[in-house]
């Protein structure tokens, strides 16, 4: 399962729950779905976006 | 209209007029409708049930569709966390974060202390989603905190 893809899936889980707990309309509802989701997904790319050019560090610990 | 005939029309019960400015800070469609509070008796058992199980809250409360959809949703964040084999956490001397990680995941309530009592699920540290399913697996519990204080804000009548 690529990296992208658990990304959206944890980006839709996320923002259907949201949306469906802070808001009762369905209009508000799919607005603050399409909010969240946009904001997760398109942030993250960009935010990986703008880490690119720095270089990875040491391979992490194992717990 | 002058402000004093609008003050006396409100104290009348009667309707304020269309065009009336919104208080500041507030917005149409802010408000949120508030529902008759329950028994604090009652209230300290659903939040206890919303704890243990994900949903349940709502459901004591009369709140079936929403209490089906927080029960499905919460247990598919978990199940989709266990099929990636994330690291289901838990108390480790010394270390704070782990500390916080396991009590954000044993906000799932049964399913938490079932997968890890029960079944034996610790997660598989080999598995190319260990890392992704834990994230998803604490997510489960930190949205079931989150159905607590709705199911508490419903039972003292702060929401519908």
Not at chain 2, 27 to 42: H, I, L, N, Y
Not at chain 2, 75 to 80: F, H, Q, S
Not at chain 2, 92 to 108: E, F, N, R
Request: aromatic letters at 12%; proline letters at 9%.
């Amino acid at each position: 399962m690529s990296h992208f893809l658990l990304m959206v899936v944890y980006a839709t889980l996320l923002s259907v729950f949201f949306a469906v707990l802070w808001r009762r309309e369905p209009k508000e509802r799919w607005k603050l779905f399409l909010q969240m989701f946009f904001g997760l997904v398109v942030g993250a790319v960009v935010l990986a976006w703008l880490m690119y050019p720095f270089p990875s560090g040491p391979p992490a610990p194992i717990p | 209209m002058s402000k004093s005939k609008r003050g006396a029309k409100k104290e009348r019960g009667e309707p304020a007029e269309k065009n009336a400015p919104e208080p500041a800070g507030k917005e149409a469609g802010d408000e949120v409708p508030q529902a008759p509070p329950v028994a604090m008796s009652r209230a300290v058992t659903a939040i206890v049930l919303a704890w243990l199980v994900p949903g349940g809250g709502h459901l004591l409360l009369g709140r079936l569709p929403r209490a089906v959809f927080y029960f499905v949703w919460v247990l598919l964040t978990l199940a989709i966390g266990c099929y990636l084999h994330g690291l289901l956490p838990w108390m480790l001397h010394g270390s704070p974060l782990q500390v916080l990680k396991t009590l954000g995941a044993m906000g799932s309530g049964i399913p938490f202390f079932a997968l890890k009592l029960v079944a034996g699920y610790h997660g598989d540290l080999s598995s190319p989603g260990f890392e992704y399913g834990g994230a998803f697996i604490v997510s489960a519990g930190l949205m079931n905190m989150l159905l607590v204080l709705d199911t508490w804000d419903i039972a003292v009548g702060r929401k519908t």
